[in-house]
Structures are given as structure tokens and as C-alpha cells.
T-cell receptor, first 114, second 111 residues
Framework: DGGITQSPKYLFRKEGQNVTLSCEQNLNHDAMYWYRQDPGQGLRLIYYSQIVNDFQKGDIAEGYSVSREKKESFPLTVTSAQKNPTAFYLC?????????????FGPGTRLTVL | GENVEQHPSTLSVQEGDSAVIKCTYSDSASNYFPWYKQELGKRPQLIIDIRSNVGEKKDQRIAVTLNKTAKHFSLHITETQPEDSAVYFCAARGGRYKLSFGAGTTVTVRA
């Protein structure tokens, strides 16, 4: 279903812990994105990467970090500095990083802070 | 940055009727406007998009219109069916090559 996968599906974290969400794509896409989805707020961009070894902050980057060492992978770390991390996280990829090509989404990871 | 507002937040229609969702954007330089559909428990998927050099685009029962002067665009679904029940998101590409999404519209088609 689109060649983009996320793991785990569900993740539980204790307060004060960092956690890393995995995102992998085999579509040979240049660009990858991380969104946070909260009820009634749509999709908010956390970080995006237009090409390997490069990434930019989105609208709500505080408390998150990413890396893009390989074209296929774009892991997201939710740090203890993120004040309200409980949410549904979606990863996406697109063939180009110009913002005007279709984005293919992964199945998502639901993070719950206990 | 770009700000996208979407209305209504919920929409209930009788099967066979039409549904219309409206979005406004703030950045006059925005030139790409996709619509994504997210069925319950599934990932968002692109259903139609429009670029700023076109005023209207149709694909079977769905259509999108764009008014650049007023900075708004709309999704029209005709002859609604139960499988049209989902959350619909509009988006606009502003500066820095990134999409800004609306808050979403939950569409329920009543049988």
C-alpha cells in the first residue's frame, strides 16, 4: 500500500524518555515528511527533508529531531522537551521536494505518554 | 507562512446529494492545492489536485474549483455514496515548498 512503512504502530513512553519513530520508503522518493495529527487540527508539519542529508523545520519542530542519512529512511525522535507528545504521527514521501507532487503516507504511529 | 482555513468541520448529507467543502488560504503566491481523503483507520490519500493556472478540474464525481482573486478553493462531490464518508483535508503549497493543511472536514453520507 504505497511502499512506505512506519513502526511501531503503537508506542508508549514514560515522561522524560526520548523515543524514535521509524519511517522507511522503497519508492525511491527524494522528499520525506513528518506530520502530527491531532483531532480537529488537521495535519501539522514537524520536519521535512527535500533530499538526503538535508532537512528543514516545519511548523511545530520544537521538541522533535530528525536525521536523513539514507534516502529510504527518515526517523523522528520525540524528545523529553516536547510538552504534549501524545498524538498520531504520520510519515509521508513524495517524488520531489518542491511541494507540488503527491505525498504518499505511511500507516502512522500512535504515541501515548504515560 | 501559509494559513489554510477549512469549512465546515462536519458535514452530513443524504446519499445521492452533493457535498461542498470550502477552503481559504492566505499566501497569494500559493500555486498548488491538493485534496486528501482519510477513511476511518486509514492513511490519507490524494483524491484530486489543482494548480493555479487552472480554474476547475473534474474527475468523475469529484471536482475542485479555484478562485485566485478571492484566495479560496472548493471540493465538490456529486451523487454521494456511503464510501464517500471520510475526513477530507485541503492543502496549499506556500513558500519553502511545503504544504499547509486545513483542519479537515468529516463527511457522513446517510443512507
Amino acid at each position: 500500500d504505497g511502499g512506505i512503512t512506519q513502526s511501531p504502530k503503537y508506542l508508549f513512553r514514560k515522561e522524560g524518555q526520548n523515543v524514535t519513530l521509524s519511517c522507511e520508503q522503497n519508492l525511491n522518493h527524494d522528499a520525506m515528511y513528518w506530520y502530527r495529527q491531532d483531532p480537529g487540527q488537521g495535519l501539522r508539519l514537524i520536519y521535512y527533508s527535500q533530499i538526503v542529508n538535508d532537512f528543514q523545520k516545519g511548523d511545530i519542530a520544537e521538541g522533535y529531531s530528525v536525521s536523513r542519512e539514507k534516502k529510504e529512511s527518515f526517523p523522528l525522535t520525540v524528545t523529553s522537551a516536547q510538552k504534549n507528545p501524545t498524538a498520531f504521527y504520520l510519515c509521508a514521501s513524495s517524488i520531489s521536494g518542491t511541494g507540488d507532487s503527491e505525498q504518499f503516507f505511511g500507516p502512522g504511529t500512535r504515541l501515548t505518554v504515560l | 507562512g501559509e494559513n489554510v482555513e477549512q469549512h465546515p468541520s462536519t458535514l452530513s448529507v443524504q446519499e445521492g446529494d452533493s457535498a461542498v467543502i470550502k477552503c481559504t488560504y492566505s499566501d497569494s503566491a500559493s500555486n498548488y492545492f491538493p485534496w486528501y481523503k482519510q477513511e476511518l483507520g486509514k492513511r490519507p490519500q490524494l483524491i484530486i489536485d489543482i494548480r493555479s493556472n487552472v480554474g476547475e478540474k473534474k474527475d468523475q464525481r469529484i471536482a475542485v474549483t479555484l478562485n485566485k482573486t478571492a484566495k479560496h478553493f472548493s471540493l465538490h462531490i456529486t451523487e454521494t455514496q456511503p464510501e464517500d464518508s471520510a475526513v477530507y483535508f485541503c492543502a496549499a503549497r506556500g513558500g519553502r515548498y511545503k504544504l499547509s493543511f486545513g483542519a479537515g472536514t468529516t463527511v457522513t453520507v446517510r443512507a
